[in-house]
């Protein structure tokens, strides 16, 4: 493995966690889960040449992350192929102990909201700023605080239904 | 700027994603055979189009200067011809090239929709370039026909083969143009949709 392979193989594993969690948030199953992840690392290796550190790679890795899901919701309609097995022994979608209820209830929440507000809230939840929220998704912080405002409402209307 | 917003329902997602970073910290979740493999998958179908014209272009023009070459036509008429493939391939390559080093998924939604912008514009800006210059190509060809060919062989297989082929030729690099167009549109509608939501 040489020094740049070397390099991209410690982000990932350094941001597994996180792949995962943005994975898991915009998808409906655990084969789907697998399916983005691989995109995922795809287009990671793909833009790894021109990365150049000007951000760090945490903020990188949700960037790529999160415009795949993105991209891959809009497409609606994926195509499938050989997918490779993530190397899990639970399953986030099928557990049923009190940890595993609760995490599956974040899910059932963040999924409700459009797939922008799902990114906002998923950088929200890493405690990032609005400012490094906004340089990931495009938008200036002030727009991140005028949306965590109403996906906030938004929640709330979802949880007195 | 303040990133603390008091409400129940976010305090509650945030104990929770802890709950499911802690669960995944203690996952392996990818090896390295995972990624390996990925790294070695070289998928790109972004700019795709843009590579196999460049090819076609590059790879036809010796062949088109020979085939008219053996016609007889005269030396400015092959030059031009090569000039013009490769005016194409060199106009495909400075069109997309931007789109290559951007990284389609590696940068943030403005970004990608300034990019997309230029080459939507651009692709339909082409017909302006693309038609004097055909034309232009295809009369001369025409005139070098009369000049070099027989009557008979000119008027019963060049002239409608040529016609024919300016029709095909056309509505191919029409479609793939469009099709171009159509994905840039596509790809500005959705981060159009994706900066709305967020404004």
Known sequence: ???LEHEFTEIVRENKTNIYAVCYMFSKDADEVADLFQDILINLWKGFGSFRHASSAKTWVYRVSLNTCID????KQRWRGNVLPLTMDIDLFEDTDTDSRQIQLLRQRIAQLAPFDRAIVLLWLENMSYEEIGA??????????????RIKEQLKRMSNK | METYIDSREFQEMKQQISLL???????????DNFIRKTMKHHVSTINRHAVITILICVGFTPFCIGVLGKMGFSVWFLVATGCMMLFCALHTYFYHRKLWNVGFMNEDLLTIARVMSTLRKRYADWLQVAIPMLLTWFAW????????LDTELYLMSFLPGAFVGLVIGGIIGNKRRKRVIRQAEGVLTAVDELLQKGA
Do not use: D, F, P, Y
């Open chain 2, 21 to 31: 970073k802690e669960k995944l910290n203690r996952q392996t979740i990818v090896s």
């Open chain 2, 141 to 148: 060809l025409l005139i070098e026909g009369i000049i070099h």
């Open chain 1, 136 to 149: 990931i998704v495009g938008i200036t912080a002030k727009h991140v605080s005028v949306r965590l405002v």
């Open chain 1, 72 to 75: 891959a919701e809009r497409k």
């Open chain 1, 1 to 3: 493995m040489n020094s």
